[in-house]
């Protein structure tokens, strides 16, 4: 059975659903109209963050990968907003366990808690 | 569908998934776990060399999404033992590891990979250098992948001094970090 990973929720009570490995990409979802995102996992609603105006969601599966070990994964869901000239971000880490940590901005190189590369739909809004 | 650490060997070249598995770097142009038969013999003099090791990542499947934001690190501590190191640079192309099988590879340069010129990318240096605190960025990123490598390649090599013992040595831990829209 096909499981639902995220739910893009739009102000007009729609929604964008992406189920793993459908075509319906990240890029996809209209941010002009969107008011929260949902993250499940195993199918089960974990975690939702709700967007407030000019709050623009940030969203990545952050993975480590090292021969003869498994590979972690760590999802990081936040948002970045433009407040008087500078760019301002929360992000919360969803650890493998569960875990959830939030952090403010990102942290340079660090390879856990360092900056992004924005997609193109993140850098207009 | 996922993300593999291939490395790469032979003409073709032939890449094999080692992302649940070991690579040894033997004096042989050849992935194995365990493989003895071309061990790097121990130099009397000077330093001999695995075989390179090209690695890169691959993306088994398809997925909707950008793949980004590539950093390559080690723990930071060489454990491999005295006389031994591991040093590694970034490629842009793929060039076949050469040597003499058995006793040493060919020493890893920019003069001796490749074109001799551009395919490496810079002078190795000692992978242990590279730690979560300051990893090296491999450039490149894919989007909407479809069994694909994609990234820099990252060419590692083992040296072997005059003070290196007799058999195998302790194993070391590599990391890939990238991100990834496909969720």
């Keep these: 059975m096909n499981t639902i990973v995220w739910q893009a929720n739009y102000k007009d009570g729609t929604n964008l659903q992406h189920f793993k490995d459908d075509k319906v990409s990240y890029a996809d979802i ?13 199918g089960k609603r974990i975690f939702t963050l709700v967007l407030d105006e000019g709050q623009r969601l940030i969203f990545r599966k952050r993975s480590f990968l090292s021969p003869g070990k498994p590979q972690i994964d760590v999802y990081l869901i936040g948002w970045q907003a433009t407040i008087n000239g500078k760019n ?7 650890y493998p366990d569960g875990v959830v940590e939030l952090r ?19 850098k207009n809004g | 569908m996922a993300l593999q650490i291939r490395r790469l060997t032979g003409t ?7 992302t649940s598995i070991n690579t040894r770097l033997n004096a042989e142009d050849a992935h194995s776990t365990a493989g003895t038969t071309n061990p ?22 398809s997925g909707t999404g950008t793949i980004n934001n590539i950093e390559w690190f080690t723990d930071g501590a060489n454990n491999l033992g005295t ?14 590891a050469t040597g003499t099988p058995g006793v040493t590879g060919t020493q890893l340069t920019i003069a001796n990979y490749g074109n001799g010129t551009t395919d490496l990318v810079e002078a190795p240096a000692d992978a242990f250098t590279f730690t979560s605190s300051s990893p090296k960025a491999v450039t490149g990123s ?16 083992t040296t072997v001094g005059t003070t290196a ?19």
């Design chain 2, 142 to 157: 894919v989007t909407n992948p479809e069994d694909e490598y994609f990234g820099q390649m990252v060419v590692l090599q």
């Design chain 2, 12 to 18: 073709g070249p032939t890449g094999t998934n080692i």
């Design chain 1, 30 to 42: 209209d941010r002009s109209r969107l008011e929260s995102f949902s993250f499940y996992k195993k």
């Design chain 2, 83 to 96: 006389g031994v190191g591991l040093v590694m640079a970034r490629a842009n192309v793929y060039a076949q």
């Design chain 1, 104 to 122: 403010g901005a990102f942290k340079g190189k660090d390879p856990l808690f360092g900056d992004i590369v924005l997609i193109e739909q993140e």
């Design chain 2, 165 to 183: 013992s007799a058999g195998a040595t302790p194993t070391e831990t590599i990391t890939w970090r990238v991100d990834s829209t496909i969720a």
């Design chain 1, 88 to 94: 301002i971000q929360a992000i919360n880490y969803i």
């Design chain 2, 40 to 61: 790097i013999q121990v130099p009397a003099s000077g330093t001999n060399y695995s075989y390179w090791a090209v690695t890169r990542l691959y993306y088994d499947g």
